[in-house]
């Protein structure tokens, strides 16, 4: 099993940054990606940012040039930095870990941050 932990989700006015940490224990050995989707209030979650286990990245249109993902030095735990933040950012943030075992892979899902972006 895997535990996903979030943290970092505030009120931040527009224009202002933020950054979210997320930090994966449990049975974390063969993590083939981490990263990051949101869900806003009436709209389906929608995929943010990815980091693969060789450090590729990958971002929704929507937040290239301002977000960045990284991953933490012992590999389980990754960060969201979010700059110039627009209120259609407002979503609850979801972290996600991809593992693979046996042939598959599996998703496992934190429990979502809130970040709000309002004046």
């Known amino acids: 099993q895997v535990n996903l932990v979030e943290s970092g989700g505030d009120l931040v006015q527009p224009g202002g940054s933020l950054g979210l940490a997320c930090a994966a224990s449990g049975s974390i050995e063969s993590i083939r990606a981490m990263g990051w989707y949101r869900q806003a209030p009436g709209k389906q979650r929608e995929a943010v940012a990815t980091v693969t286990s060789d450090g590729s990245t990958n971002y929704a249109d929507s937040v290239k040039g301002r977000f960045t993902i990284s991953r933490g030095n012992a590999k389980n735990t990754v960060y969201l930095q979010m700059n110039s933040l627009q209120p259609d950012d407002t979503a609850v943030y979801y972290c996600?870990?991809?593992?693979?075992?046996?042939?598959?892979?599996?998703?496992?899902w934190g429990q979502g941050t809130q970040v709000t972006v309002s004046s």
């Open positions: 996600f870990l991809n593992r693979a075992w046996r042939s598959s892979i599996t998703t496992y």
